[in-house]
């Protein structure tokens, strides 16, 4: 089950509260961060909108018996790894920078200094790769969601096997 991301940033058009985000506003996020509702929490790129993820979330999937798939950044996986050391990390990368511009100019909804801080924020998670147990390129969706299929069962196996 993919987790659903808390943000203090407004909805993009199409975007829909409960499905695509949870939309709070910046008292009702600092409230929930106040009293530990996020297992991970953080401002990106120095926007001033944060992002998070809620325990909720993680054990709506834990009540189902299913994997919780977290869609974080490095400052989020920073500080999950830290608290649950259990759990499973990825890190899902372009092939190269070059394309993950080109992904970001075509959606057509960041200004050109948002797209320069993405870059440069880009670069430096890059730097994080080998902490994570596992690394993905997604330059093919299918491949990409199977290779994490396969990681995801091959874990699994490992679980049942103990």
Same mark, same amino acid.
């Given at each position: 089950i993919k987790s659903i991301s808390a943000t203090t940033r407004p909805p993009r058009k199409g975007e829909i509260d409960g499905e695509d985000y949870y939309f709070l506003s910046q008292e009702e996020f600092e409230s929930r961060r106040k009293h530990g509702d996020f297992i991970e929490c953080f401002e990106v790129h120095s926007s001033g909108n944060w992002y998070g993820t809620l325990r909720s979330e993680v054990r709506r999937a834990a009540d189902l018996g299913a994997w919780c798939l977290l869609e974080i950044d490095v400052q989020g996986a920073k500080q999950v790894m830290e608290n649950y050391p259990g759990a499973l990390s990825i890190f899902l990368r372009t092939s190269s920078e070059d394309d993950y511009?080109?992904?970001?100019? /075509?959606?057509?909804?960041? /200004?050109?200094?948002?797209?320069?801080?993405?870059?440069k924020n880009a670069r430096e998670e890059l730097r994080w790769?080998?902490?994570?147990?596992?690394?993905v390129i997604n330059d093919n969706l299918d491949e990409a969601v199977?290779?994490?299929?396969?990681?995801?069962s091959e874990r699994e196996n490992s679980i049942h096997a103990r």
């Open positions: 511009e080109r992904r970001l100019r /075509s959606r057509g909804t960041e /200004s050109e200094d948002v797209i320069q801080k993405r870059l790769v080998d902490r994570y147990q596992y690394q199977q290779q994490i299929c396969r990681i995801l």
